[in-house]
């Protein structure tokens, strides 16, 4: 090229706006994009939260079957009274508009529902084992994630794509393969009696699980985490004494104490300690339905652990099914959410492939914020570089 036509078109290029200029990142750069360090983070942080639920799930059996220990107001009491002594303190120390006396005269009925929910959605779930089979919980406590998803859509707003669709569905396939393994290993723990009534508390608690985590992630979005613990662990100590103290109380007196089941005990509190104070943090940097995704692998770690402890029969379709919830994850997590708490940012997202035409705001705009399962990015003009 002469130097004359090259200075032409130098000066052509640098007369476009930049704004018009569009990038076409390649194919690497895309499973680039996807395949980051915040992907890999996310999906580690809710298995932790799956090993957790593990620990909970064998030392609850081991105190049901090995010591005839069945307990669960108790033992979900003992977690209120932990999440009481660390947050609700901490709170009750705090000052100006973050202490406790403060919180509970702007929401104080709000916790208490919402203690209520989550103590009678712990209750339930347990409570179903007795009359169904552990196929027909497995199955149905996946009711938890449509109702986060309508919860989500209507009340939080939140926008998904196809993509996330999928996603679920792949980890509901998942799910599938799990429980076709149950059946032909011959797994199908539970008396069965009374099979409704227990289809009907597991459906019961998978919908009082979505009310309290897609409130959870309200909470700790806009107010904080601790706020959320320390009224949980106040208004769910209290109500969970009541609870036990009418229920439970003759079961209590037949535990056959000693320092096993006392061990036991303290394995099941730690545990369940950790999931609640560790869950605001996963689902403050994802969000309630990535999360409950993330926990569909919990049965499988415990499955895992009890071909080593209870002999269970092992079953490729365990892997496969591992396997297939993971990539479920990672095409869940692979595109953006978005908030459509502003009409002008939803309409952007409607209207992705052109600039948006807004009618003239009043007040000054917020930068244009997209919420993902990963996080929370502030869009960049694509960088260009002229040669």
């Excluded at 009750?92 to 929401?107: M, S, Y």
């Amino acid at each position: 090229m002469i130097p004359e036509q090259q200075s032409h078109v130098v000066a052509t290029i640098e007369n476009i706006p930049a704004e018009s200029i569009t990038a076409s990142p390649t194919v690497l750069q895309r499973i680039r994009n996807i395949f980051n360090r915040e992907l890999f983070l996310s999906l580690a942080l809710g298995q932790v939260l799956s090993l957790l639920i593990c620990g909970i799930s064998l030392t609850s059996k081991y105190l049901a079957d090995d010591f005839q220990a069945n307990t669960p107001v108790f033992q979900s009491f003992l977690n209120y009274i932990l999440l009481f002594l660390v947050y609700t303190t901490t709170l009750a120390v705090r000052q100006g508009e973050e202490n406790l006396l403060v919180i509970l005269k702007r929401r104080w009925w709000k916790y208490m529902i919402l203690s209520l929910v989550d103590i009678e959605a712990n209750y339930l779930v347990i409570k179903a084992y007795q009359y169904t089979t552990l196929t027909s919980v497995q199955l149905l406590d996946c009711f938890v994630i449509p109702v986060v998803l309508l919860l989500s859509w209507f009340f939080l707003l939140v926008r998904y794509k196809a993509v996330h669709f999928i996603g679920i569905g792949v980890c509901l396939l998942g799910i599938g393969c799990m429980v076709g393994a149950d059946v032909l290993a011959g797994r199908q723990q539970g008396l069965g009696e009374h099979k409704l009534l227990g289809d009907l508390l597991v459906l019961g608690g998978a919908t009082l699980y979505g009310i309290s985590n897609v409130c959870e992630e309200f909470i700790v979005k806009n107010l904080s985490r601790v706020e959320f613990l320390g009224m949980i662990g106040l208004f769910g100590s209290f109500f969970s004494g009541i609870q036990l103290a009418i229920m439970e109380h003759k079961e209590l007196l037949r535990v056959p104490w000693d320092w096993q089941i006392g061990l036991l005990y303290i394995g099941f509190s730690a545990c369940m300690f950790g999931l609640y104070s560790f869950m605001p943090v996963v689902i403050k940097r994802t969000s309630a339905t990535a999360v409950n995704l993330s926990l569909l692998t919990a049965d499988l770690y415990s499955l895992f652990c009890g071909l080593f402890l209870f002999h269970f029969k092992f079953s490729g379709l365990y892997l496969l099914s591992f396997f297939t919830i993971i990539m479920g994850l990672i095409l869940y997590t692979s595109s953006s959410t978005y908030i459509a708490q502003d009409p002008r940012v939803y309409k952007q997202f409607r209207n992705s492939s052109g600039p948006a035409t807004d009618a003239p705001a009043t007040g000054p705009l917020e930068p244009s914020v997209t919420y993902t399962s990963l996080g929370q990015e502030t869009e960049e003009e694509p960088r260009i570089r002229v040669v």
